[in-house]
């Protein structure tokens, strides 16, 4: 039986018509396969087996068949420690619902967000997960969690943005994209600023009213902004914003220094407010309304790297040399 039950599938099947300790056995009888931090090596990463996850009672066991990659995760991949399973956005199906009776049933496709996610099963908090609505491929849902998560708060902690010019730096990346849109379903005018022309591709098409390369052809001042670059970018970006205007910042990009001249953040008039973000917190509800969006066909999902989980390297590089426009999607075949 064991050769069979390596294939989630299988153990899927068994945790729909299966309860109680023997789903449990079985399931504990198969190691899993991730990635995990091995900083020992050149590339950070391995594929290796490892026990399969135990669920919390507020937790429910996925089979995971899609993850995403963020910018950010495998930039720092080094800080992991060594055998950490890593990421944190997966898609796939309930294989054991939770015993406090909270969240999906066994068998809800399902999007996630939680750190272990880069794994053939991975366990996530009922308030941490959404069901996928038919329809969306569970391949765009696995690239919704983070950078989805990101967008939507920090639109909605600059407040409303009806009719308001909305700046979103870094707009050709995961979170970029996602904030474009979001933004101009808000009644934004929506400002997207890239690196290079070729970046800017498909951005007008998402709801940008301008794509500008860099800062300095930014004609006027901005109510919000959405900065994922860092350094001398933010600085720049800071001098753009309106009296009484918010500037999120969300990402370091650029990994420079971000220096303030003398007397720079001095302002007339109401105060202008720089605001960091990193609450990921409980994202199921906001995940919910984000894979309910993307299904209906309000939002669009940006793949622009997807292949096996084998090939995760490629994936890594490709997202560290830029060359991917919005998410990187592994399938867990």
């Not at 190691?31 to 590339?43: G, H, K, M, N």
């Not at 709801?207 to 004609?219: K, N, P, W």
Request: hydrophobic share 45%; proline share 6%; aromatic share 4%.
């Amino acid at each position: 039986m064991t050769p069979l039950l390596e294939n989630g599938l299988v153990v899927r099947i068994l945790s729909q018509t299966l309860t109680g300790p023997l789903v449990r056995f079985i399931a504990r009888r198969c190691p899993v396969q991730a990635l995990i931090a091995a900083p020992e090596t050149v590339e950070g990463f391995r594929h290796a087996d490892v026990p399969e996850p135990v669920p919390q009672p507020g937790q429910v066991l996925v089979d995971v068949g899609q993850v995403s990659l963020n910018y950010g995760e495998v930039r720092h991949m080094g800080a992991f420690p060594a055998g950490v399973v890593l990421g944190y956005d997966a898609a796939g199906y309930v294989t054991r619902a939770a015993e406090d009776g909270t969240g999906p049933a066994v068998g809800e496709r399902v999007a996630a967000f939680g750190p272990g996610a880069w794994a053939e099963r991975a366990v996530f908090g009922t308030d941490s997960v959404a069901v996928v609505p038919e329809g969306l491929d569970l391949g765009e849902a696995a690239a919704l969690p983070l950078v989805g998560i990101t967008s939507l708060r920090t639109l909605r902690a600059a407040g409303p943005v009806l009719g308001r010019r909305v700046l979103i730096t870094g707009a050709s990346g995961g979170v970029g994209r996602l904030a474009v849109q979001l933004a101009r379903l808000g009644g934004a005018h929506v400002i997207a600023s890239v690196g290079a022309v070729q970046r800017g591709a498909g951005l007008t098409e998402l709801g940008a009213d301008e794509v500008v390369v860099g800062l300095d052809d930014i004609d006027g001042p901005v109510d919000v902004i959405l900065e994922n670059v860092g350094g001398a970018h933010l600085v720049r970006a800071w001098s753009l914003l309106k009296p009484g205007g918010v500037l999120q910042s969300i990402g370091w990009a650029s990994g420079e220094p971000a220096v303030f001249p003398p007397n720079s953040i001095f302002a007339h008039g109401a105060a202008k407010t720089l605001q960091s973000f990193g609450d990921a917190a409980s994202p199921g509800a906001d995940l919910a309304t984000l894979v309910d969006l993307a299904a209906r066909g309000v939002i669009s999902v940006e793949v622009g790297w997807r292949d096996s989980w084998k090939r995760v390297g490629d994936a890594i590089q490709a997202l560290l040399g830029r060359q991917v426009a919005g998410k990187a999607v592994m399938d867990i075949d």
